[in-house]
């Protein structure tokens, strides 16, 4: 048994447009068990999945398809959706209000994801 059992059967969206990175994402997510929607490269999709799909947490890229995943992040803020920030960017770049926000920088341990996963959507065992 894995310490990150209780992500089984969740549903996570990715949100990532670089094609390696979202299959990445991908294999360490189905590997701990979950369900992924996506992976989605723009905002756009990103909002749609939201609007249509039950999601428990997101993985949020903070650049997107040359724009940046805010209006993303507030749409999930609004929907009671935990997310993590999965980004190139040094957390200090990120405006204020977002710097609270659980993060993982790139290049990643695949790890750190699932830990960061756990952190925000862990449910009691």
């Known amino acids: 048994m894995g310490v990150h059992t209780r992500l089984q059967g969740l549903s996570v969206l990715v949100v990532e447009d670089e094609a390696m990175i979202a299959v990445l994402i991908?294999?360490?997510l189905r590997e701990a068990g979950c369900s992924i929607i996506g992976p989605v490269a723009s905002s756009g999709t990103a909002l749609e999945k939201i609007a249509h799909e039950k999601l428990d947490a997101a993985l949020l890229?903070?650049?997107i398809d040359g724009d940046d995943a805010y209006?993303?992040?507030d749409t999930l803020t609004a929907c009671g959706i935990p997310f993590v920030f999965v980004s190139g960017l040094d957390q200090q770049d990120i405006p204020a209000r977002y710097r609270r926000c659980t993060y993982v920088a790139k290049p990643f341990r695949p790890d750190s994801i699932l830990t960061c996963l756990d952190e925000?959507?862990?449910?009691?065992?």
């Open 71 to 73: 209006t993303v992040a």
């Open 26 to 28: 991908e294999t360490v």
């Open 120 to 125: 925000i959507v862990g449910k009691p065992d």
């Open 61 to 63: 890229d903070v650049r």
